[in-house]
């Protein structure tokens, strides 16, 4: 896998308490990416980052934000969690956002909301 | 919008076997076409991708997909399936704004020995 960390990879916490997973990159790559995959749904984008500060929503962002104050780093908050985000959780890296650009994953987090 | 679809949840084939996963897309300009293998309990390992040329690509592990713009489809091909290669595969098209990638629900394919 591409230099791309996430943490935790497992957790499990209680509905209505905040929640933050963490992306660390060591590719020096501009644009970050949160997708969270669900059975039936696939992949769905959350939330990315087109440089420092600079974010952006996705398909399913409602109940999420994200930060990004270093190049390196890409938190994912859910400020209440509840039942409906217990899910995995992909963060991606890529180079720039040209069409003919892949994008690299993470090994993802297991979140469990009880 | 940009779309893919990938008709099949599951696809069987017996080792030595061809192969195919199927996708096909909704586009409204040229489509740029991709492919991703998930493994259990791993993240995603880009295949392939289409962009414009040939429209037999060539990927990782012994991979191909066809691209047809008539029928708007992107399949996935191996000549001879592998055990080794039973996964999840994902097809997937850049968003028209270039930001991000939207993927198709997943086929599990399944090499039987």
């Known amino acids: 896998d591409a230099g791309i960390t996430q943490s935790p990879r497992h957790k499990v916490t209680e509905t209505g308490t905040p929640v933050t997973l963490r992306c660390h990159q060591t590719e020096n790559h501009r644009y970050m990416y949160w997708y969270r995959q669900d059975p039936g749904h696939g992949l769905r984008l959350i939330h990315y980052?087109?440089?420092?500060?600079?974010?952006d929503k996705g398909e399913v962002s409602d109940g999420y934000s994200v930060s990004r104050s270093k190049t390196e780093d890409f938190l994912l908050t859910l400020e209440s969690a509840t039942s409906s985000q217990t899910s995995v959780y992909f963060c991606?890296?890529?180079?720039?956002?040209?069409?003919?650009?892949?994008?690299?994953f993470g090994q993802g987090t297991r979140l469990t909301v009880v | 919008a940009q779309s893919v679809a990938q008709p099949e949840d599951q696809v069987n084939v017996a080792e030595g076997n061809p192969l195919t996963v199927k996708c096909t897309y909704s586009v409204s300009g040229n489509p740029y076409l991709f492919w991703y293998v998930q493994y259990p309990n791993r993240g995603l390992q880009f295949l392939l991708k289409y962009i414009t040329g040939d429209n037999l690509v060539k990927g990782s592990y012994g991979f191909e997909a066809e691209f047809n713009k008539s029928q708007t489809s992107f399949h996935l091909k191996k000549p001879s399936a592998l055990v080794s290669d039973s996964a999840l595969y994902f097809c997937a098209v850049r968003n028209q704004a270039g930001t991000a990638l939207i993927f198709g629900k997943g086929t599990t394919l399944s090499v039987s020995s």
């Open positions: 980052s087109y440089g420092v500060k600079d974010t």
């Open positions: 991606a890296i890529s180079e720039s956002r040209g069409v003919n650009t892949e994008a690299f």
